[in-house]
């Protein structure tokens, strides 16, 4: 079973940066990776995606441009760069994967099956 395991969150200050990582325990090569966040209140979102196979990316429209997603498929790992942090960025960030993502959707929670434990990120002066 794939198990998923996110860290570097932490505490930033606005316009800060994060780098967060998420280590599987199976090879990646053809997955496709997510990583969603939910702050108190609201809905799992999703951030940004990845498809290891072609290294297509695709981003939501609140962080296009701030945030980068990759992925190191050699060390079973996928990264999101987290640049110009704002306070509405705070929430607990999870990375999720699934081999047989429709792509087009890939910012869609129903999409993965599998998901880390989260890692919160919090963005404050």
């Known amino acids: 079973q794939l198990q998923l395991v996110e860290s570097g969150g932490g505490l930033v200050q606005p316009g800060g940066s994060l780098r967060l990582s998420c280590t599987a325990s199976?090879?990646?090569?053809?997955?496709?990776i997510g990583w969603f966040r939910q702050a108190p209140g609201k809905e799992r979102e999703g951030v940004a995606c990845?498809?290891?196979?072609?290294?297509?990316?695709y981003y939501a429209d609140s962080v296009k441009g701030r945030f980068t997603i990759s992925s190191d498929n050699a060390k079973n790992t996928a990264f999101l760069q987290m640049n110009s942090l704002k306070p509405e960025d705070t929430a607990v960030y999870y990375c999720a994967a699934d081999p047989s993502v429709d792509f087009d959707y890939g910012l869609d929670v129903i999409e993965y099956d599998d998901w880390g434990q989260g890692t919160q990120v919090t963005v404050s002066a």
């Open positions: 199976v090879n990646l090569d053809v997955y496709a």
């Open positions: 990845i498809r290891t196979s072609d290294g297509s990316t």
